[in-house]
């Protein structure tokens, strides 16, 4: 095995991406398949996340993609989808809490409801999930090879980016800061808890801004590196994440973001 294989491959390992149906979460089951992984991808449409397992595995890929249906805006639904994960596979090396949704609206007329709905997925689903399913991810980790955990915050969790998505942009701080108490309670139990923090990608959710070539390179133009995420960028992040190169690393907030992070507003001095 040569050392790029060795540090990266996650052959043999089994990974459920939540949302992994479309988007970064599609990408991100792309990348763990790539990298040797069993990947289960689950979300509210069942019929999408099976599509989407199939077209994957028609890239030939050395690991495989299965689908399934999954919700987890409320406890019920949660519930159901670990038991559901429970029927599929009796190991979990592997969680990406990737499902999300967001809301806009103007300040002045945002609703409570939708606020309230975007704090249930994003925060609320993604903890109870995590809190359900560690007894799987426990059985098979080690000190030397633990168990991870990889949460889908933003560059809106990370910098006041509101942008009319109040409750998103707090619901990915919540995640980033959540991710945080994690790594440091689970540490002890050989399971790594991460974030990403993307920057704009191509999805569903950022069609309005993202869905055409011309709209795309608009985006781009106002990120520092010139261009909006790739599918390689995210699918990268993960793999070191979830691979023996990330094992020493737990409670990192991570930018996939094209450095939008460490951009800082206006220059203090430039009329000096």
């Known amino acids: 095995m040569g050392i790029l294989d060795r ?24 990348g763990l398949a790539a990298g040797g992984a069993r990947v289960l991808i689950a979300s509210r449409k069942a019929e999408a996340c099976l599509a989407a397992a199939e077209a994957i595995n028609a ?17 019920a ?13 009796d190991r979990l090396d592997i969680l990406v809490n ?16 939708a606020f309230a709905r975007v704090m249930d997925v994003n925060v609320a689903g993604l903890f109870t999930l ?6 799987l991810m426990e059985r098979h980790a080690s000190i030397d090879d633990p168990a991870r955990v990889v949460n889908l915050g933003s560059v809106m969790g990370a910098a ?14 919540a995640v980033h800061h959540l991710t945080k108490i994690l790594a440091k309670e689970l540490a002890g139990r050989h399971v790594t808890v991460n974030a990403l923090a993307p920057g704009p990608f191509a999805s569903k959710m950022t069609a309005f801004a993202t869905g055409t070539e011309a709209k795309a390179a608009a985006v781009g133009r106002g990120v520092p590196l010139g261009r909006i995420g790739r599918a390689d960028d995210i699918a990268g992040a993960t793999l070191f994440l979830c691979s023996r190169a990330g094992a020493y690393t737990t409670g990192a907030i991570l930018p996939v973001d094209g450095g939008i992070g460490v951009e800082t507003g206006h220059e203090l001095f430039e009329e000096g």
């Open 7 to 30: 540090l990266f491959s996650v052959e043999g390992k089994t990974a459920l991406v939540t949302g992994g149906g479309t988007g970064i979460g599609r990408m991100i089951a792309t």
């Open 59 to 75: 890239e030939g890929h050395k690991g495989r993609v299965e689908g399934f249906g999954g919700d987890v805006a409320t406890e």
């Open 77 to 89: 639904g949660v519930m159901a989808l670990a038991a559901a994960l429970g029927e599929r596979t």
């Open 98 to 113: 990737n499902a999300g949704v967001s809301w806009g609206a103007p300040l002045g007329t945002f609703p409570h409801q």
């Open 130 to 135: 995590t809190q359900q399913l560690l007894p």
């Open 160 to 173: 006041p980016l509101g942008g009319g998505a109040y409750s998103y942009a707090a619901s990915k701080a």
